[in-house]
């Protein structure tokens, strides 16, 4: 059975080792997307030390900006991406842009485009740039064989109940093989809850209401969307000001994070409700708290709490545990170094298995001269 388990493990790592490294190298580097992007770019976070605008002076801002393009979200000063400044997502035509608004002044410090270099590393780490080839629901793929292949090797690992010390000790030995065998099994063992909680996460992007289903389980808890919409009236559409401090009314002691304009509707269907997210006492993301309000009359038309709806605890969940934001700094740096342990594992498991393969080809060559 180990010698079967083995092999398991073996060929699958080979088959998608290369991927799963260069995904949690992508992965360790997103961890610190924000502030590495502050320092790259320091002049997009600038921000006037007076009276902050308000959101709906800076959305006329960009909005008279870019007149042909269609706001997203909004992420508040709040947002950890945001970092103090108004960030706008905006899609105009095929291009997606990210324009950062001084609060003091309400003016564009400037914007990003789609091919900056972490919204490339973004498009690698979700699709392997290939999206027009399915590249997501490879990399969906990935992270489950990713999963068996962590499962595989905590069966190998695993010494016994009475030796189980033996599995995190480091033998003082000049053969570089058993130098390698022990850094891979020590390694392999210290990050096994990482490795199968970022594996998993990640197929689950992809492929959670089809393993929710397998189980008779629902992913995410919806609403209907028949009910999430706006009703134009005469008066058109309220500032966005006045929808924020009647989420914060329904919300208690709640901190807007983002919001989430509703997509331009073609003409005769219903226009969607603006959904507002915000965080309440400890949130592991980003908003823990979903508000839909109407954005012509300003009633709240849904809403999801975690106070109020069972089963939001996966959405709540699965961002921050892939991501490693739900403890802040500190475990921010555990998964970007995390994120480097399949590096070091694929290469001490391909010395192991060249090693053994020479060792079989000498061997081999021995008998043949012995005959």
Do not use: C
């Not at 320091?42 to 006037?48: A, D, I, R, S």
């Not at 099994?185 to 809850?193: E, H, M, R, T, Y």
């Not at 134009?232 to 009314?249: I, Q, R, Y």
């Amino acid at each position: 059975m180990r010698k079967v388990i083995g092999k398991i493990h073996l060929w699958l790592s080979m088959l998608v080792g290369i991927f799963i490294v260069l995904i949690g190298i992508t992965g360790s580097l997103l961890v610190f997307e924000p502030e590495l992007n502050h320092l790259i770019h320091p002049n997009l976070f600038k921000v006037t030390e007076r009276k902050i605008v308000t959101y709906q002076q800076a959305l006329e801002t960009v909005t008279n900006s870019y007149p042909k393009g269609e706001i997203q979200r909004v992420y508040t000063p709040n947002e950890p991406e945001a970092k103090g400044v108004y960030l706008f997502r905006l899609k105009e035509g095929e291009e997606q842009r990210s324009i950062f608004v001084d609060p003091g002044t309400g003016q564009i410090n400037g914007t990003l485009g789609d091919k900056t270099l972490f919204n490339i590393i973004l498009d690698f780490h979700r699709s392997l740039l290939m999206k027009d080839f399915k590249g997501e629901n490879i990399v969906g793929i990935i992270g489950i064989l990713f999963f068996f292949i962590t499962l595989s090797g905590i069966y190998l690992w695993w010494p016994g109940l009475k030796k189980w010390k033996n599995g995190f000790k480091m033998r003082r030995n000049k053969n570089v093989f058993v130098k390698k065998y022990d850094l891979h099994k020590v390694l392999g063992a210290v990050s096994i809850p990482f490795l199968m909680i970022v594996s998993l996460t990640g197929a689950l992007f992809i492929y959670d209401e089809t393993i929710f289903g397998w189980f008779g389980g629902k992913a995410k808890v919806t609403l209907l969307e028949e009910n999430l919409i706006s009703k134009p009236l005469p008066t058109g559409k309220l500032p966005l000001d006045l929808l924020l401090s009647k989420a914060e009314k329904e919300v208690p002691k709640g901190t807007i994070t983002q919001i989430r304009m509703p997509e331009k509707m073609d003409q005769g269907m219903a226009e969607g409700a603006v959904e507002i997210r915000l965080s309440r006492s400890y949130d592991p993301g980003d908003g823990n708290i979903r508000v839909w309000i109407d954005q012509y009359n300003g009633k709240i038309v849904g809403k999801l709490d975690p106070k109020i709806n069972s089963g939001l605890l996966y959405q709540i969940w699965h961002h921050p545990l892939h991501t490693g934001t739900f403890g802040g700094i500190f475990t921010k740096i555990l998964y970007a170094i995390g994120g480097l342990t399949p590096t070091i594992l694929m290469l001490t498991g391909t010395y192991m298995w060249w090693f053994k393969k020479k060792n079989k080809r000498k061997q081999k060559k021995r008998a043949v001269q012995a005959a």
